[in-house]
């Protein structure tokens, strides 16, 4: 499956930002699915997931309550929902089935950027 994330943008602290992630090549509704993010000197880390069907959802726990991941199966993508902004959330962001698998191709990811 390939994916495209988009939605990039520079917000102050205490903002809101919508990232989507649009599957093409496979349906994306086959996977359970995931954001995870990788600030400059830091490796990749999870942000959250959801399952196939969008039933159950899980978060890292630097995020449970100011973000929400979401999908609509019927239009291909997958969605996070990001408020109250954190300097500290300032990351590429990406998506990727979840588990990813040792053959994914993580593309080029968003930037999202958290000014203080």
């Known amino acids: 499956v390939q994916l495209q994330a988009s939605g990039e943008g520079l917000v102050q602290a205490g903002g809101s930002l919508r990232l989507s992630c649009v599957a093409s090549?496979?349906?994306?509704?086959?996977?359970?699915m995931g954001w995870f993010r990788q600030a400059p000197g830091k490796e990749r880390e999870f942000v959250a997931h959801i399952t196939s069907s969008g039933g159950i959802t899980e978060y890292a726990d630097s995020v449970k309550g100011r973000f929400t991941i979401s999908r609509d199966n019927a239009k291909n993508t997958m969605y996070l929902q990001m408020k109250s902004l954190k300097p500290e959330d300032t990351a590429v962001y990406y998506c990727?089935?979840?588990?990813?698998?040792?053959?994914?191709?993580w593309g080029q990811g968003t930037q999202v950027t958290v000014s203080s």
């Open positions: 990727a089935p979840n588990p990813p698998g040792s053959r994914f191709s």
């Open positions: 090549g496979r349906t994306l509704r086959m996977f359970n």
